[in-house]
């Protein structure tokens, strides 16, 4: 109920009073009492408008400042999350770095240990050979025997 109405039904009220009191009142003294509980009505009526006003003033005033904070609260929730994705995004950064760093050293550790192994190929062909070589200086070949010999008889 909005102030203005709650007013207008409590004057009708204080008039009703009034005219209940003024057809039961038998006298003039009576009618000064009534007029003295009119008066106080009026001032009653008068100090609740007021009250109303001022708490209606304060109400809004408080309504603004729960918006306010309602809107405080929102931006600092939107910030936070935007801090929370800046670091997962930053955290996934990292371990993406961290892993292409891994990625190159074993590329690394790959080529190193590619150059090693052609190495030992090419010593294990050195060793076969040198075997191959040895094999054939301890087997006599009959062929360079007989050529030996032709070339002694001349």
């Known amino acids: 109920m909005s102030p203005e109405r709650k007013q ?3 004057r009708v009220l204080a008039a009703s009073l009034v005219v209940l009191f003024l057809a039961l009142a038998p ?3 009576v009618n000064r009492h009534v007029v003295s509980m009119q008066t106080q009505v009026h001032v009653l009526n008068n100090d609740l408008a007021l009250r109303q ?7 809004e005033v408080m309504t603004q400042l729960v918006q306010h904070n309602a809107a405080t609260l929102r931006a600092v929730t939107d910030r936070v999350e935007r801090m929370r994705q800046e670091v997962t995004t930053r955290s996934e950064q990292e371990r993406l770095a961290k892993l292409i760093r891994q ?3 074993l590329r690394e550790s790959a080529r190193e ?6 190495e030992m190929e090419a010593r294990a062909s050195e060793l076969k050979d040198l075997q191959y070589a040895m094999i054939r ?4 070949n009959p062929q360079t025997d007989t ?3 032709t070339v002694e008889r001349e």
């Open 8 to 10: 207008s039904s409590n």
């Open 27 to 29: 006298g003039c003294s």
């Open 53 to 59: 006003r001022h708490m209606n003033s304060e109400l």
């Open 103 to 105: 990625l190159k050293h």
């Open 113 to 118: 240990m590619n150059a090693t192994m052609a």
């Open 137 to 140: 200086s301890a087997v006599p």
């Open 147 to 149: 050529d030996t010999a």
